[in-house]
């Protein structure tokens, strides 16, 4: 199983950076991050297609799509790492896609396999990188039965 996250905007140095560092180091199952970025000022219509068409060009074939949107299904840390140990038991990749400001282009929630939610919250896009690698190495720990997620 290879993890691939798919993201609108470069992450400048600073504590969010330093936090996915962190966290991806400890990842033991291959993770890239992929950044795309658009610098062209256009309306928020067009910035949220432009960049959905950017994501499309990273997007890896065939992998699991996972669009991480505030009107998602929230999953308690446990039913996640339950699906990401289903999907690893099948051998499939998966991509979890981050739009930017604008959140993603409604092609990318309307075709994901799962539109996954951290809570009703609007969280800066920034911050859901650093909180979705501490959760793929939370379910990584859960599937491993390691003490670090406590119940």
Not at 8 to 22: F, H, Y
Not at 80 to 105: C, E, N, T, V, Y
Request: overall charge positive; glycine content about 10%.
């Amino acid at each position: 199983m290879r993890l691939t996250i798919c993201t609108v905007g470069r992450l400048k140095a600073g504590p969010e950076r330093d936090l996915i560092a962190k966290y991806t180091k400890r990842v033991q199952w291959p993770l890239e991050i992929i950044e795309v970025e658009e610098r062209r000022k256009l309306s928020p219509a067009e910035l949220r297609n432009r960049e959905g068409e950017l994501l499309s060009g990273v997007l890896p074939a065939g992998a699991i799509r996972i669009a991480m949107d505030e009107r998602g299904k929230a999953l308690s840390s446990q039913h996640f790492a339950d699906k990401l140990g289903a999907w690893r038991d099948q051998g499939r990749d998966i991509a979890f896609l981050i739009g930017g400001a604008g959140g993603l282009s409604p092609e990318h929630r309307n075709n994901a396999d799962l539109v996954l939610s951290f809570g009703t919250a609007t969280w800066p896009h920034m911050l859901a990188r650093v909180m979705l690698v501490e959760q793929i190495y939370r379910a990584q720990g859960i599937l491993a039965g390691h003490p670090y997620h406590r119940e």
